[in-house]
């Protein structure tokens, strides 16, 4: 026991300057970003949102905790499933600093292959997504005035917010609205990779069997069973592949580990339900042992 609190405080540690930094990016997008903006740029099902949206999420230095807030006010502004499976696979997986320090620990070849690979992951994921008619079962209903909705011109009367009424309110969101919608599932989330981290002998199961292609079955197990970050586990991906792991079988765990938290497992079946879930994990599964195979190939030339 005491070694799963000092784990879960360890995750948490790690963690919480992301999410102070996911939410507070959120406050901003639900206060600041105009609904028609994001319903221009995410609200379709084409694949030119997608692309926006995995772009972006590629860019920005924000883990899969991070990313999740961010996610939710997306969709409660109106963008797509697709596009926001997309932020969700893009956001964690890689970003600025997570390629200088892979160019710097695993060369330039696994840093420029694993950033394109994270966009073309991405875009993947989005346009299955697309494919999906599901709507979200949690999004926030519109609130609006009914006398602008009679005369368009009656909005002009509003008093229009100050900068410290924007602030607040963004604040408020961030902080507090937000929380409420999905802190529960991001609690239980911690508390079950503590759980898996402390009790769950993986240890052993890494000497014995990355060797050969069952390494690609465990990045995938492992990658989703556990939390991992794109930029802090280079240095454990250079030590496996030097121990004996298939570089290809790597390169899946890279992909695939930063993206699944018990926590975005939890936000997306709550939000989206079990089907929704399960396509992103099944599509994530296959896209990151497909794309790691790829490499796997390039390597050998």
């Known amino acids: ?17 992301a999410l102070a930094i996911g939410f507070l990016i959120s406050g901003f997008v639900h206060e600041i970003v105009p609904e028609n903006i994001i319903l221009k740029y995410l609200g379709n099902r084409g694949i030119r949102p997608i692309l926006y949206s995995t772009l972006i999420g590629a860019l920005l230095p924000v883990c899969c905790w991070g990313s999740l807030p961010i996610a939710i006010s997306f969709y409660k502004k109106g963008a797509k499933l697709g596009p926001v499976l997309a932020f969700l696979v893009a956001t964690p997986a ?9 160019y710097t620990v695993l060369g330039p070849v696994f840093a420029i292959y694993i950033f394109i690979a994270v966009i073309i992951m991405g875009l993947f994921i989005g346009l299955i997504g697309n494919m999906l008619n599901v709507e979200p079962k949690n999004r926030g209903e519109e609130i609006s ?17 100050t900068f410290n009424d924007r602030a607040v309110s963004a604040l408020k969101y961030a902080f507090f609205e937000l929380p409420k919608e999905i802190g529960l ?43 991992l970050c794109s930029t802090a586990s280079v240095p ?21 580990g930063p993206v699944t938290s018990y926590g975005t497992i939890l936000v997306l079946k709550k939000e989206y339900g079990l089907k929704v879930l399960a396509v992103f994990l099944a599509g994530l599964a296959a896209a990151s042992v497909l794309l790691g195979i790829g490499f796997g190939f390039i390597r050998t030339f």
């Open 94 to 102: 890689t970003s600025i600093s997570a390629f200088l320090v892979a």
């Open 1 to 17: 026991m005491t070694n799963f609190i000092h784990i879960f405080f360890h995750y948490l540690v790690e963690i919480a300057p």
């Open 185 to 227: 599932e991001l609690l239980i989330g911690l508390v079950l990779a503590a759980a898996v981290a402390t009790f769950v002998p993986l240890g052993n199961l890494v000497k014995i069997y990355l060797g050969g292609w069952f390494g690609y079955v465990f990045s995938v197990v492992f990658g989703i069973m556990t939390y």
């Open 145 to 161: 005035c009914p006398h602008c909705k009679a005369d368009p011109g009656h909005a002009l009367t509003h008093k229009k917010k």
């Open 236 to 256: 454990l991906i250079d030590s496996l592949i030097k121990q004996g792991m298939l570089p290809g079988a790597a390169m899946t765990l890279l992909l695939i």
